[in-house]
T-cell receptor, first 113, second 112 residues
Framework: GAGVSQSPRYKVAKRGQDVALRCDPISGHVSLFWYQQALGQGPEFLTYFQNEAQLDKSGLPSDRFFAERPEGSVSTLKIQRTQQEDSAVYLC???????????FGSGTRLTVV | DAKTTQPPSMDCAEGRAANLPCNHSTISGNEYVYWYRQIHSQGPQYIIHGLKNNETNEMASLIITEDRKSSTLILPHATLRDTAVYYCIVRVIGGGADGLTFGKGTHLIIQP
């Protein structure tokens, strides 16, 4: 597609529920990133894939967060047993080459109630 | 990645040039300067990047000082649609960890 697509656009989850957030990167983009953005703050890095390999997951806040990209294209960020502090916008970005700027999706706004 | 310092907010009149400063006094030789912006309710948008030479594209110009300790993003003819948070980021190329480190950025408000 023309851009990075994320779904759903909005998600409301009850505390304790599991959620799955999807990212469709630009076709052919090797690098894929997930970021978390709390209200009023800049995005914070969560994890990075190069093709299907997860090369950096140092930003994942707890073991309740898990990301995968099994075929090197679509990626899913899963959050288990959601907590209120998980409420944020989750952004996905992709890039073709290492030095390129990233293309971000519009994000998924997760609200945990 | 090196830390950057930006003013929290700036105003600019529509049609005038918007000059957004960024200090990155601890930048190292292999770190690039990147600029992104984020319009309300959207994901960040890449604007421009550079190493040590000035750069220009269809969106903006990037001026990097000779000592590389600061830079200025210039939007030559600001419009209302340029109202956004602008992030200055320094990033190592080939350093392994590839995540961008966003600060709080500068909230640029274009006044009609």
């Amino acid at each position: 597609g023309a851009g990075v697509s994320q779904s759903p656009r909005y998600k409301v989850a009850k505390r304790g529920q599991d959620v799955a957030l999807r990212c469709d990167p630009i076709s052919g983009h090797v690098s894929l990133f997930w970021y978390q953005q709390a209200l009023g703050q800049g995005p914070e890095f969560l994890t990075y894939f190069q093709n299907e390999a997860q090369l950096d997951k140092s930003g994942l806040p707890s073991d309740r967060f898990f990301a995968e990209r099994p075929e090197g294209s679509v990626s899913t960020l899963k959050i288990q047993r959601t907590q209120q502090e998980d409420s944020a916008v989750y952004l996905c970005a992709s890039s073709l080459a290492y030095r390129d700027g990233y293309t971000f999706g519009s994000g998924t706004r997760l609200t945990v109630v | 990645d090196a830390k950057t310092t930006q003013p929290p907010s700036m105003d600019c009149a529509e049609g005038r040039a918007a000059n957004l400063p960024c200090n990155h006094s601890t930048i190292s030789g292999n770190e690039y300067v990147y600029w992104y912006r984020q319009i309300h309710s959207q994901g960040p948008q890449y604007i421009i990047h550079g190493l040590k030479n000035n750069e220009t594209n269809e969106m903006a110009s990037l001026i990097i000082t000779e000592d590389r300790k600061s830079s200025t993003l210039i939007l030559p003819h600001a419009t209302l649609r340029d109202t956004a948070v602008y992030y200055c980021i320094v990033r190592v190329i080939g350093g392994g960890a590839d995540g961008l480190t966003f600060g709080k950025g500068t909230h640029l408000i274009i006044q009609p």
